[in-house]
């Protein structure tokens, strides 16, 4: 008996090897380390808070600064008059990152599909660290402290910022197809980690001459970062003469990988074979347009979830080490050094869950029991006794429970969503969908800082945790039609082959 197209595929690692040449390799290094570079510099505003705002508050009030005579010359700039307040206007400039950052993904995702994705990606990495380096190098130079230039500098740096991601998934999702795609991505997302280590060494390094030095390290590196991207980085197959994904690949392997992702288990060929972008005489792929983008299957649903998952994952991101040391009494350094087990466990997490899913070519069922593990691992950890090594144990363990899926779903799932069958032959729908996932994400994340530092003023920590297993469980919530659905395929596709043997 004949089986259908559907599980006529061949195996994920062996459609991987057999199209991965050295551009892919090159490809794959180059925004591994741009997008490593970008979350550089937001690690280090992170690592100097400390300084700046002892640098931002009156001498006689840091206990290691020499007392200066007349008080009045030596403290006219300062722009608060003790720490408590500069350390919330430190906060403010987080929450204003985070939104400017998330409105800019939305934009930049349609930029970056309908410009070059290597001007888009090289322009925001440089010009980002232009104002990284106005920020926190050149104001401190000239001994200009104002806390509007500061506000504003910081929007437009949100902003800036947004183009990274969008541009760097959509070259991704151009190079690498659905063979493979969650194991590749799953490694590969663990840029953002890299990038948190890379900050922080960076940061440590030339801390000690003055914080405007570990400002001037990053932008330096991440403006150079962005001309190597300029210069070096290929956005798809094509500019060296190789077939574009769906040329070879949509025919055995795409075939399969989408429709289960998204489509619907009634559908026949000559219904896959429609396109949301009107045929074009010339055979060139046309972008489309922001409301199109919401409306393909999954994208809505995805984005919700998303904004729910990573609201947790940027929570621990912000807070572990604060838990740490104001839960358990730790040092600041020490719990600065255990946070980091967090990040292992989210790309162990996201590198085998991607691997998993890529050989039952389904992400949705796997997402699901890895965020039911979540939750367990959440209540688990908020009963973690005052122990470094059991803490840490478990903080890897929820760290590959939650980091895994946030990075499968703001990577591969993204990609999967830009190049499902409606948008067939218009791969300038990546960037779009991956600024509208990873945007209403980041939101999600902006709001998420704020309630639970208000949850845990009023209520502790214990509610904390709580309020992040609610979030979880949302998050399983939303994506629940596409679990179903897939499971239901799973199952078709046993039975078929069942039939045939």
Known sequence: ???????????ANRGLVSHCTHHHIVVFLLTFF?????????????????????????????????????YELWNSNRLFPNQEEATLFLGTLDTIFLFSYAVGLFVSGIVGDRLNLRWVLSFGMCSSALVVFFFGTLTEWLHFYNKWFYCCLWVVNGLLQSTGWPCVVAVMGNWFGKAGRGFVFGLWSACASVGNILGA?????????????????????????????FFGLLTSPKEVGLPE???????????????????????????????????DTDNQPKAIGFFQACCLPGVVLYSLAYACLKL??????????????????????EADQLSIWYDVGGIIGGTIQGLISDVLQKRAPVLAISLLFAVGSLFGYSRSPNSKPINAVIMAITGFFIGGPSNMISSAISADLGRQDLVKGNSEALATVTGIVDGTGSIGAAVGQYLVS???????????????????????????????????????ERRLRMLAE
């Open 1 to 11: 008996m004949a089986l259908p197209g559907s599980l006529r595929t061949q195996p």
């Open 34 to 70: 741009s997008y490593s570079l970008l979350h550089a510099s937001r690690k280090t505003f992170s690592n100097v808070k400390v300084s700046v705002s002892s640098q931002w508050t009156p001498s006689c009030l840091n206990s290691t600064a020499p007392e200066l005579r007349p």
């Open 201 to 229: 060494f960076l940061a440590s390094c030339v801390l000690q001459y003055g914080y405007e030095y570990a400002f001037l390290v990053t932008a330096s590196v991440q403006f150079a970062g962005g001309v190597i991207v």
């Open 245 to 279: 994904l769906g040329a070879d690949e949509d025919a055995v392997v795409e075939e399969d990988a989408n429709r289960p992702l998204m489509g619907s288990d009634d559908t026949d060929d000559d219904d896959r074979n429609y396109s949301i972008q009107a045929t």
């Open 312 to 333: 947790v994952n940027y929570s621990f991101f912000f807070w572990l080490p604060f838990y740490l040391s104001n839960n358990f009494g730790w040092k600041e350094a």
């Open 454 to 492: 208000l949850i845990q003023e009023n209520l502790g920590w214990m509610w904390v945790f709580y309020f992040f297993i609610l979030m979880t469980s949302s998050t399983i919530l939303f994506i629940s039609p596409l679990i179903v659905r897939e499971i239901r395929l799973l199952l078709h």
